[in-house]
């Protein structure tokens, strides 16, 4: 490797994978490859999906803490009289 430019653009090896037969990819690198169009590429953006995850880890504890208020709530409220 000469300089940091060719660092940049240097690939992650896909060429050798297509040479050695490998017709699917799934990446998780942050990176687009460029290869032929019979080669199959799944990218997988681990940041996006754990932003997913964390939201809706949040919903759910959200739900959860309201849902235990509205309990304690009624459990503590004067029961209606007729």
């Known amino acids: 490797m000469g300089s940091s430019q060719d660092a940049k653009t240097e690939g992650f090896g896909e060429e050798k994978m297509v040479a050695g037969g490998i017709s699917v990819i799934w990446n998780f690198a942050p990176c687009t490859l460029s290869l032929p169009e019979h080669v199959l590429v799944k990218n997988q953006d681990l940041a996006v999906e754990l ?10 504890r959200l739900k959860q803490s309201h849902a235990e208020a509205i309990t304690a709530a009624v459990n503590h409220s004067d029961p209606v009289q007729s």
């Open 51 to 60: 932003a997913t995850l964390s939201h809706h880890i949040a919903r759910r």
